[in-house]
């Protein structure tokens, strides 16, 4: 499956790039909110609750003067397709960690070329178990310099704080298991219950909050659980086992990881919805949610993987970004972006694809987001419960619940509905409520017409390109 440490496909030819670990930071360029141009008042609530938004439901005497809400828009105005690159943290360091995240981050000058500005959360390691040969990064920097929270296996911080400092800006929000415990001898494993306690601990002393894991590494990684039970290949998973010294699930999961990609394949580059109930050996319930990893099976049933920066021209292929928009698809990309010895850490084609999905992006075609926010709006978009009201010439979408089937159904906070945009004939005319309690109006967008009708949108997330990299002491 995906064993093989990807600094052995090393890129030697390229010219020298010069390499800047971007210290300065811009705390200022972060996007303000934009506001809505029109206020909208408070209002006394007529209670004529309906079944959903259709024009039936909102018919009365004087339909002239009344909104009809139409229904939902699939993804925020203007888009087609929602995509997230989901890069796991094998080989990566704070040099290559920096440089891709200030080319795809922000829009300053990189050594990449001018950044893309794009809504991009990584994935990383608590701790280091790997003694596999090899170099981690360029000047023979050795695995055990691999970007980690502690050093080694031990509760000495390594990277700690500056990956704190990522997962409180957005540039993680992926745990990627609680380390690179990949080992030769496939037999041994350095994991325990007692590192799974500690880094609990440490990420909620520092307040990080991380809701998506992703399964790694060879049969060593004992802390893998996603896919226990699938096949023979898969006993060694045993984070989900109550029985096993290796037991944590009853720690991670009530922690904040809502959403997991158990070590499966997908050659299916967009679907409808990425997410489906994955129930642990525990019993616990969680969201499991499928990754693009592959471009299809060899004649042994073996998945081609096409995860590394090597491939993403073929990943991000001008036929598949056409194909996501027309279909109106969810897509997560499955990569290793950190996973070369490469001085430029990504090549020229890597950098050209990614530069075509920003087109997609920036055009409004494509709309490009973290992980864990594609996730979120995926589960809101299709459990969201609302009603339509009318009074006063003014109708009222009144968001109810999320009937979550996984994690319970449960009224909404703001962040689980940033996005959720619905048609109507008179987006003025129209308030958007949780309940009963209309959203603040800076938080509300009203569009013209896609072609198919105006529509109102609690706004999506702003894109921050404040460059957040840091460089730290003694971290690779
Ligand atoms: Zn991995």
Not at 219 to 246: C, I, L, T, W
Not at 390 to 399: E, K, S, V
Not at 464 to 472: G, K, L, Q
Request: aromatic share 10%.
């Amino acid at each position: 499956m995906h064993k093989q440490h990807l600094v052995s496909a090393v890129v030697l030819s390229s010219a020298l790039i010069a390499l800047v670990t971007g210290c300065g930071m811009n705390k200022s360029g972060e996007s303000a909110a934009a506001h809505s141009l029109r206020a909208k008042t408070a209002h006394v609530v007529y209670r004529r609750t309906t079944l959903d938004g259709s024009p039936e439901s909102t018919k009365a005497a004087d339909v002239s003067e009344k909104p009809v809400v139409y229904g939902m828009r699939k993804f925020p105005y203007p888009y087609q397709a929602m995509l997230a690159i989901s890069s796991d943290a094998d080989s990566e360091t704070l040099r290559k960690f920096n440089l891709v995240h200030e080319f795809i981050n922000t829009t300053q000058m990189t050594p990449l070329g001018r950044g893309l500005g794009l809504d991009f959360a990584d994935s990383f390691f608590m701790y280091n178990g790997n003694d596999e040969p090899g170099y981690v990064d360029i000047d023979h920097e050795p695995m055990s310099d691999e970007l980690s929270y502690f050093k080694g296996v031990s509760d000495k911080p390594y990277a700690a704080s500056v990956l704190n400092h990522y997962m409180h800006v957005g540039w993680i929000d992926t745990m990627h298991t609680y380390g690179d415990f990949s080992r030769v001898n496939q037999n041994t494993t350095l994991f325990n219950r007692t590192l799974a306690q500690q880094a609990i601990r440490a990420l909620k002393e520092n307040g990080d909050t991380i809701t998506v894991w992703t399964d790694h590494g060879n049969k060593s990684n004992v802390d893998n659980f996603g896919a226990y039970g699938k096949a023979p290949f898969y006993d060694y998973e045993q984070g989900a086992n109550p029985s096993s010294v290796y037991y944590h699930t009853d720690l991670t999961i009530p922690y904040g990881v809502d959403f997991v990609w158990p070590d499966v394949s997908s050659d299916e580059v967009g679907m409808k919805s990425v997410i489906y109930p994955l129930m642990l050996p525990d019993g616990r319930r969680v969201w499991g949610f499928w990754r693009y990893t592959n471009s299809g099976y060899n004649q042994q049933g073996d998945p081609e993987w096409n995860w590394t920066p090597y491939h993403l021209t073929d990943q991000l292929s001008a036929a598949h970004l056409a194909q996501l928009e027309k279909a109106h698809d969810y897509c997560v990309i499955a990569q290793h972006l950190s996973g070369t010895v490469y001085s430029g850490v990504l090549g020229k084609s890597a950098v050209s694809a990614l530069s075509r999905l920003a087109v997609q992006d920036h055009e409004g075609h494509i709309l490009v987001t973290r992980t864990s926010r594609l996730l979120q709006y995926n589960v809101t978009q299709q459990y969201v419960s609302y009603d339509v009201t009318n009074d006063n010439g003014t109708a009222y979408i009144h968001i109810r619940s999320i009937l979550d089937p996984v994690l319970g159904a449960h009224v909404p906070t703001l962040a689980e509905v940033r996005g959720l945009t619905f048609y109507t004939s008179d987006p003025a005319r129209t308030v958007i409520e949780i309940g009963d309690t209309p959203i603040a109006s800076r938080y509300i967008e009203d569009h013209p017409s896609d072609g198919e009708h105006p529509s109102v949108e609690i706004q999506w997330y702003p894109v921050d390109t404040t460059n957040y990299a840091e460089a730290e002491p003694c971290v690779a």
